[in-house]
Structure formats: structure tokens, C-alpha cells
């Protein structure tokens, strides 16, 4: 059985945001249990050379609506970036699903082939939408989804594999 290109983006997609809302959720109810400032969370990094937690959740937002539009050809919403609170990132996450539900699996069938161009830090990049989603737009997307959680770990919040592949509460 051949997987679809719409099972392969779309569908992962959205259940990965969904299980990166519950890892917010995670935080929040953490932030509250320690008495901690959730601002503590919202702008912790992992480096200081990386983005903070707020803005992984942004970019992985973008990779998500992004490489979903370019395969169905179709032109991406902008979301202003100016997320402040988990609660202004729950819309964000849910703003994005709530696009992700627009697409069909028609929309995506063929865009195997389909040429996908975008521009990269001033070069101009082109490649099959195949290629695109697995080696550019999924791998794009998961580091930003696995930061976002291991920002969070790393600050004490205490999420396990389950929370991560689930959204779910429990420790693996």
C-alpha cells in the first residue's frame, strides 16, 4: 500500500502540532505547580544562538502551513509573529490546524513531481515536492517541533517520549 503525499504532510502535521499543544499545556501546568513565571519558559533557549520556545513554535507553525500551501499550490496565510503567552501560542498552533483542515487529500495527490521553488537565505531553490517534503520541509518542521519540547525538558518540565509523539501527560 502506497502512502499519500496528503497522509505524509498534511495528516503528520497536524497530529505533531496537536501533540505540541499538549506539551505546551505540559509547561503551563508546570510553570503554575513550581510557581514559576511563564515567561521563564516562553523565552528559554537551548543555546544562546538558537530562537527561544516562542519563536520554534512559530517556525514550526510555518513549516506546517508552508510546505502544506507549496504542494497544493496554493499561497500560505502570514501570521504576524508577535506570540506573547502559551495562550497566544494555543491560537497560533490552532489557527494553523484550523488551515490544515482546508486541505483534501486531492489537493496534494500528484505533488510528488510538482516543483517546488522557494527562496533560502537569498539563493532560489527548486526541487520535487517528494523531495521537498522529506528532505526540506520535514525535517525543517521536527527540529523545530523537538526544540521547542527539549527547551522545555531541559527547563524541568517533566515530559517524556509519550507527551512528545501524543500530546499525552505521562512519563516514557
Request: proline share 4%; no cysteine; charged share 20%.
Given at each position: 500500500?502506497?502512502?499519500?503525499?496528503?497522509?505524509?504532510?498534511?495528516?503528520?502535521?497536524?497530529?505533531?502540532?496537536?501533540?505540541?499543544?499538549?506539551?505546551?499545556?505540559?509547561?503551563?501546568?508546570?510553570?503554575?505547580?513550581r510557581k514559576i513565571d511563564p515567561e521563564v519558559f516562553l523565552?528559554?533557549?537551548?543555546?544562546?544562538?538558537?530562537?527561544?520556545?516562542?519563536?520554534?513554535?512559530?517556525?514550526?507553525?510555518?513549516?506546517?502551513?508552508?510546505?502544506?500551501?507549496?504542494?497544493?499550490?496554493?499561497?500560505?496565510?502570514?501570521?504576524?509573529?508577535?506570540?506573547?503567552?502559551?495562550?497566544?501560542?494555543?491560537?497560533?498552533?490552532?489557527?494553523?490546524?484550523?488551515?490544515?483542515?482546508?486541505?483534501?487529500?486531492q489537493d496534494i495527490a500528484g505533488s510528488e513531481e510538482k516543483?517546488?521553488?522557494?527562496?533560502?537565505?537569498?539563493?532560489?531553490?527548486?526541487?520535487?515536492?517528494?523531495?521537498?517534503?522529506?528532505?526540506?520541509?520535514?525535517?525543517?518542521?521536527?527540529?523545530?517541533?523537538?526544540?521547542?519540547?527539549?527547551?522545555?525538558?531541559?527547563?524541568?518540565?517533566?515530559?517524556?517520549?509519550?507527551?512528545?509523539?501524543?500530546?499525552?501527560?505521562?512519563?516514557?
Open positions: 500500500m502506497a502512502i499519500s503525499m496528503y497522509d505524509a504532510s498534511v495528516a503528520v502535521f497536524q497530529a505533531r502540532l496537536k501533540a505540541l499543544a499538549g506539551v505546551l499545556e505540559a509547561a503551563e501546568k508546570n510553570a503554575a505547580e523565552s528559554a533557549r537551548l543555546a544562546p544562538d538558537m530562537f527561544p520556545l516562542t519563536r520554534q513554535v512559530q517556525i514550526a507553525t510555518d513549516h506546517a502551513k508552508g510546505a502544506s500551501s507549496r504542494l497544493a499550490g496554493r499561497d500560505a496565510p502570514r501570521f504576524e509573529d508577535d506570540e506573547q503567552t502559551f495562550d497566544d501560542l494555543h491560537a497560533r498552533i490552532g489557527r494553523t490546524t484550523d488551515y490544515l483542515a482546508t486541505f483534501t487529500a516543483t517546488i521553488e522557494l527562496r533560502l537565505g537569498g539563493r532560489q531553490l527548486s526541487m520535487p515536492g517528494l523531495q521537498y517534503l522529506l528532505h526540506f520541509a520535514m525535517p525543517n518542521f521536527y527540529f523545530h517541533v523537538t526544540t521547542a519540547y527539549d527547551i522545555l525538558r531541559h527547563n524541568g518540565v517533566p515530559l517524556g517520549k509519550v507527551t512528545f509523539i501524543s500530546g499525552g501527560q505521562q512519563r516514557a
